[in-house]
């Protein structure tokens, strides 16, 4: 692990040199404010109860055009042959990039705090609740943004990664929404694996062990496959 | 130095390379040579790790390429094939990171960029976005990169492609310095780049090594030997055969053009019989137009190698 904080820091570099991070912000933060509004503003409560799950969505849709460049440029470009001939290893590689986005993906929670300002100044509201829901999207973040990592792995094409990991995104958003009203033996099953059912305990103001494990092992498991695809390069 | 044994490998049905088997010592300046698409640059990537070989075994410096990558990938420099590069970076910036992954300790480090932005010309772009460097800079920002960790395995694959022929005439130089400590592999399909750095010569023809020898041994005992070509007037009736008894004579080729005989005689190619050949001649009552020896060259040996035999 010695080699991934000067590859975290080429992360970093390329990150805020490229124009499509500041696009994602830009539109991000015009949506936030937007739908705050919307629901905090608009319901007269000092809450962020709606507003989170309004945040959740967004984040779905801003995380693969973070993650899409993240391999796929790097084969497209060839320089993935500079690295995998350096002496680091692919664990390195892989959890730099996820760092490397996860630093962004912070940057753009943390730009949504102005709103709990704003309802500071104006209301009272309770921390508690709003510090978990916090925890949570940032938990929801890294499977998202690991989920992405892993499609970029697959395909030298920015598009392509991109899109797969739009799909299996809502594919596992779907999955927590039927999984509730569904019947039947892949109910539950479903119900596990999709995000929401866990993201509304954080919203809702608790932090539960059992649905932090869920986001913490979804991300290992997408970022141990990152792993095998970006080996499997090598093997082919 | 760099062992390759029975190396193969298979891209699905197509083999790109079959029982490729060679040997480089340690300060060697070897030039693998081959036709496009012959095997040069899988060969090159399974040295520096980057891709297995279906079965075979390479090894750099004593460590085998699949089984201790990471020792292996520490003591080469590698120059990929197109030179890629993160065009979002500074050309300084980008080696400080290369250097660091590399494994140079802080102080280490700015000592060897320094040297190596020197050593290849990138003064004036130190401080330039890749991106927008000429393609020439991107090369010498490419050849830096592997020189950063003053690797004693250098494997280049086609280090001139794209330079123009002063920057061409630098990065040969620079080359050659190099032999000596250095270990240097360089593929390329420029045939006088190899006669004007490399000690000795490799070619690969459809994933097969057909030739290894030195440049030395070439011009001694190269495929289509020494030869000696003789433009002549002969007198009416005269045999061009009358020359075959002189001393180191092999063979004889002759051809008629409008009076004028031109003979190609091949020789041993030790002692030289241009004299002998020319009394010869003179005592038969040929003018003499022109005389000249011929060597083999790198040319001779790779046309016969790479050609035919489909």
Known sequence: ?236 | MVQADRLRKQYGPNLALDDVTFEVERGDIVGFLGPNGAGKTTTMRILSGFLPASSGTAAVAGYDVARDSIEVRRRIGYLPEGVPLYPEMRAEEYLAFRARIKGLARRERRRSIASVISRCGLDAVRRKLIGSLSKGYRQRVGIADALVSDPPVLILDEPTIGLDPNQIREVRELIRELGGDHTVILSTHILPEVEAVCRRVLIIHRGRMVFGDTLEGIQAHGAGGTRITIEARLPDGARPGAIQDVPGVEDLSVEEDGGVTRLTVHVTPEPDIRGDLFRRAADLGWTILELRRIKPSLEDVFVRHTTGED
């Open chain 1, 1 to 236: 692990m010695r080699n991934v904080p000067a590859l975290f820091w080429r992360e970093i570099v390329s990150m805020f040199f490229t124009p499509l991070a500041y696009i994602v912000l830009t539109v991000f933060l015009f949506f936030s404010g937007f739908f705050f509004y919307w629901t905090a503003a608009d319901s007269l409560r000092a809450s962020l109860t709606d507003f989170s799950g309004v945040l959740t969505f967004l984040f779905l849709v801003a995380a693969p055009f973070l993650t899409m460049r993240l391999l796929s440029d790097e084969y497209r470009t060839g320089t993935i042959e500079t690295l995998m001939t350096a002496p680091v290893t692919d664990t390195e590689i892989v959890l730099a990039k996820f760092l490397g986005a996860m630093t962004f993906f912070t940057l753009m929670l943390l730009s949504t705090l102005v709103y709990v300002g704003v309802l500071a100044a104006l209301g009272d509201p309770e921390m508690g609740p709003i510090l978990a829901a916090y925890a949570g999207l940032f938990l929801m973040g890294a499977q998202f943004i690991a989920l992405g990592l892993f499609c970029s792995a697959l395909s030298p094409s920015q598009i392509v990664a991109g899109v797969l990991a739009l799909v299996l995104l809502l594919v596992i958003w779907v999955f927590g929404a039927a999984g509730t009203v569904m019947v039947g033996p892949f109910a539950p099953i479903m119900a596990y694996a999709g995000t929401l059912p866990h993201l509304e305990v954080f919203a809702n103001g608790r932090i539960a062990f059992r649905d932090a494990f869920y986001f913490v092992s979804f991300t290992c498991f997408w970022l141990f496959l990152t792993v095998r695809a970006l080996e499997s390069r090598r093997w082919r």
